[in-house]
Nanobody, 126 residues
Framework: QVQLVESGGGLVQSGGSLRLSCAASGRTFSIFAMAWFRQAPGKEREFVAA????????YYVDSMKGRFTISGDNAKNTVYLQMNSLRPEDTAVYYC???????????????????WGQGTQVTVSS
């Protein structure tokens, strides 16, 4: 089992920045990749960014690349999402996810991940 706890969400003005953190505990040695997804009201959960745990490879949605940066600290079993130049359309609940199975599924797909955090609310005011 892997437990994920997100933190760092909140209310920020348009153009501002936030850094989300996701701390993993439990069988962290089994993690192959971690990712951030987000879900706005009435919308499907969408991929934001991912990082592979062994080599630190990163993946982004093109529309967020350059504004959002994912990073990881293996020693702390923590993944971060630095979000800059935030826009009102970035308002959503942001979820952290972990993949411990390394299946042949896209790193951008929700179905790849078998553990999820409880989510942290990010609200960007205009």
């Amino acid at each position: 089992q892997v437990q994920l706890v997100e933190s760092g969400g909140g209310l920020v003005q348009s153009g501002g920045s936030l850094r989300l953190s996701c701390a993993a505990s439990g069988r962290t040695f089994s993690i192959f990749a971690m990712a951030w997804f987000r879900q706005a009201p009435g919308k499907e959960r969408e991929f934001v960014a991912a990082i592979t745990w062994r080599n630190g490879g990163t993946y982004y949605v093109d529309s967020m690349k350059g504004r959002f940066t994912i990073s990881g600290d293996n020693a702390k079993n923590t993944v971060y999402l630095q979000m800059n130049s935030l826009r009102p359309e970035d308002t959503a609940v942001y979820y952290c996810a972990a993949d411990t199975r390394a299946p042949g599924l896209s790193i951008r797909s929700t179905t790849r991940y078998d553990y999820w955090g409880q989510g942290t609310q990010v609200t960007v005011s205009s």
